[in-house]
């Protein structure tokens, strides 16, 4: 194919308050925008008809008759043990990272802290700590496409973490299993309970916390410097 031959390209497309960053080499802009306002559109319309899909903190069954995403976010968000919407900014990064790789073996889709890569080689993503110091997790090559979350001791309402990196077999789930992190990381012994939580969250490859000079490690994530 011709497209694999050209050299990535950048760009952003916006979708309501998200802003997705995507490298790859292909000239479709627009599919991609509209790809991902169409998944918008899907979510947006199902949680008004299921308030329930939207608010819930908690997993959530929905009917076998919803919309395949609906159900997917669903049931990966089950796996991780939180509601549907800590997947939803990893859902949307999925959803335009597959359009993507039916065009090209290579792609990356960042949204926030969320990362859909698809890769023949392996990446180094930087995790931001608080005190501004920063450490490089190792994303593995992935022909199937895997996804990481992250999140740093100055985002918002997570001051609890001075780092955090998942990295899972979809980016929704990445993000799912974050969101459980930071629920038990302020319980009793909360960095031991969350390096248990991720080694038993089907499909997380492992994951990384900081907690000041504390580096806690599950699974088979890999630092490097």
Known sequence: MKLLKRKSRTFEIQVQEMTLHIQAATDVDEESRAAALSFWEVLHSYSIRNPDFRASKRPVTVPADAPEIVREMAATAGRAGVGPMFSFQGAVTDHVGRFLAREVNEVTVNCGGDYFIQSRRRQKLTVLRRPGSSVAVVVPANRQGVGISMASGSDRGRSEIDGLAVLA?????????????????????????????????????????????????????????
């Open 169 to 225: 077999e979809s980016c929704m789930l990445a993000g799912a299993a974050a969101a459980g992190v930071r629920a038990i990381l302020p319980k009793e012994n909360g960095l031991q309970g969350a390096l248990a939580y991720l080694k038993q969250v089907p499909g997380v490859i492992g994951g990384v916390v900081f907690l000041g000079e504390r580096i806690g490690m599950a699974g088979g994530l890999e630092l490097a410097a």
